[in-house]
């Protein structure tokens, strides 16, 4: 079988905009991005994890790409444009495929757009229904690019950036492609706050994963776009799993039997034993079912020593992106960058959940002794489950 490489990273969340600042931002455990606003909750104040600053405009008259969601995606775009420019000059377009996870797409902009229709009567002139479909995202960014290979949306809710990962990896090793495109991208809106809340799931304050004290999730937005081809570089995809427990529409399954099924699929995929494992970032929601879930699928599978975080306090749950942000945050400890192994923090108020089974929380500043492989979860509603591993190539 081919090797994949994740070749380039884009990428910008609540962390910051760009690998430099996110791995700043992300190591030291600074978030500026997250913040208590009531803006998409009227009358309830929620921390979310935002974006901040000005969005980079789209320059195209097709109505049905102007959203926000986009323009993160083209944010991301142009940190490795450079390398996707070089890329087309010298690969046939037929043989690059585009595949981006969301569950959001341009909702905000569907939802503002009704509230201009039941403030005036009319939907505003530049609305258009395509605005919010989800296969908006991956055909704005290959009509962005000119890109004419497969080009396709995954939007199976939470684990949808890792699965378009394994997507990438299969479109190559198949030999349909010999690039990808592949990420995920998320916009906050009103819709999926709400949703949330009427599951009781949110929190008004900085989420607190595997704590006694957790009360809940906080959403978040983000993209992150990564560049993989069989060309070698120092970042290897060495394996994804993927499962469907169906257990229930938003609860997941408490023995976590379809967890453990991903994670040992990414293991097996790598032909890796589970001690070979350097660092797992944690699918971590704070809310009490996953946690519990969670934790007691990683202690059986590698023991309480391996190191492991959660993120979502820094970023914000980003729903359709969390897949792709929170690998691109293994990417991030992987890079050459990172010289001295550090590894993104677990940021809790330290009180652990006393019907949970410990596991080794990363300390704001802790470096790993040996940094070869690091691995990201994903647990979506539905059963859809997902893992990645990713390696530092000698």
Do not use: D, F, H, Y
């Given at each position: 079988m081919k090797k994949i490489y994740l070749?380039?990273?884009?990428?910008?969340?609540?962390?910051?905009?760009?690998?430099?600042?996110?791995?700043?931002?992300l190591l030291a455990g600074i978030s500026p991005g997250m913040t208590i606003t009531s803006q998409y909750s009227p009358g309830r104040e929620l921390m979310l994890g935002q974006v901040i600053g000005d969005l980079p405009p789209l320059a195209t008259d097709n109505i049905t790409y102007h959203s926000r969601n986009n323009q993160l995606l083209l944010a991301a775009l142009e940190e490795i444009r450079p390398a996707v420019n070089a890329l087309l000059a010298q690969v046939p377009s037929e043989r690059i495929g585009v595949v981006i996870g969301t569950s959001t797409s341009g909702m905000a902009a569907a939802e503002q757009a009704m509230q201009h229709r039941l403030d005036s009567g009319d939907f505003p002139a530049h609305f258009h229904y395509g605005q919010q479909a989800l296969g908006s995202t991956s055909a704005f960014l290959a009509d962005a690019l000119g890109i004419i290979g497969p080009t396709y949306t995954v939007s199976t809710a939470c684990?949808?950036?890792?699965?378009?990962?394994?997507?990438a990896q299969?479109?190559?090793?198949?030999?349909?492609c010999d690039a990808v495109l592949a990420g995920g991208v998320d916009t906050l809106c009103g819709f999926t706050i709400a949703g949330f809340s009427?599951?009781?799931?949110?929190?008004?304050e900085r989420c607190n994963p595997f704590s006694a004290n957790r009360k809940g999730i906080n959403i978040g937005e983000a993209a992150a776009l990564f560049l993989l081809s069989a060309?070698?570089?120092?970042?290897?995809?060495?394996?994804v799993g993927e499962s469907s427990d169906g257990y229930h529409i938003s609860a997941p399954e408490p023995t976590g039997r379809g967890a453990r099924l991903a994670l040992q699929g990414a293991l097996d995929q790598a032909q890796l034993p589970a001690a070979d494992i350097d660092y797992l970032n944690l699918h971590g929601t704070a809310t009490p079912q996953n946690d519990a879930m969670e934790a007691r699928v990683v202690h059986d599978l590698f023991g309480a020593d391996l190191l492991v975080s959660g993120t979502k306090p820094l970023t914000g749950h980003t729903l359709g992106a969390a897949g792709a942000l929170e690998a691109a945050f293994c990417w991030l400890a992987l890079d050459a960058e990172n010289q001295e192994n550090r590894l993104p923090p677990h940021i809790w108020d330290g009180v652990p959940d006393p019907e949970l089974p410990q596991l080794r929380w990363v300390k704001l500043g802790e470096r790993a002794q040996r940094l070869r492989y690091a691995m990201s979860s994903s647990f979506a509603f539905g059963g859809n489950n997902a893992a990645v591993i990713l390696g530092r190539e000698n």
């Open positions: 070749n380039e990273l884009g990428v910008l969340c609540a962390l910051g905009r760009g690998k430099a600042e996110v791995a700043r931002n684990s949808s950036g890792v699965k378009v990962l394994a997507s299969r479109l190559i090793q198949a030999g349909i009427s599951l009781e799931s949110v929190s008004a060309t070698p570089s120092t970042i290897r995809l060495c394996g």
